[in-house]
């Protein structure tokens, strides 16, 4: 029997309004990941590997994302939109100045994950 992956992407596509119609920044884009799994994305300047890393965390409102982004069996594109994912009340959002991640704990609480959003984040 094989597991469903934690992380699911299949035909990821991020475009962006330019002045002459969509740009294309992300074509297609395809990777299956378990629980446990690392992978390195590889490739030269300007091909994408952030833009795709970022649009999987929908950090960037400003782009149209298609495909499909699945995390634990759950759709995070719905229509072809990124669907907003609900923290917890009280919780920073990545938007957030409170949100960037300290190289050390100012109040004794150590790191931890938000289990809502699966973004990493000091949670109070």
Request: with cysteine.
């Amino acid at each position: 029997m094989v597991a469903t992956p934690l992380l699911d992407i299949r035909g990821l596509t991020v475009q962006v309004d330019g002045p002459a119609g969509p740009v294309t920044l992300v074509d297609s884009f395809d990777l299956a990941l378990a629980a446990g799994d690392r992978v390195a994305l590889v490739g030269e300047s300007g091909s994408g590997k952030s833009v795709m890393a970022r649009s999987v965390l929908q950090l960037d409102p400003d782009v149209a994302l298609s495909g499909s982004i699945r995390l634990g069996g759950t759709e995070l594109l719905s229509g072809g939109e990124a669907e907003a994912v609900s923290c917890p009340p009280g919780r920073p959002t990545p938007n957030s100045p409170t949100a960037t991640p300290k190289p050390w704990p100012t109040s004794g609480a150590a790191p931890s994950t938000c289990g809502r959003c699966a973004r990493r984040r000091t949670c109070r």
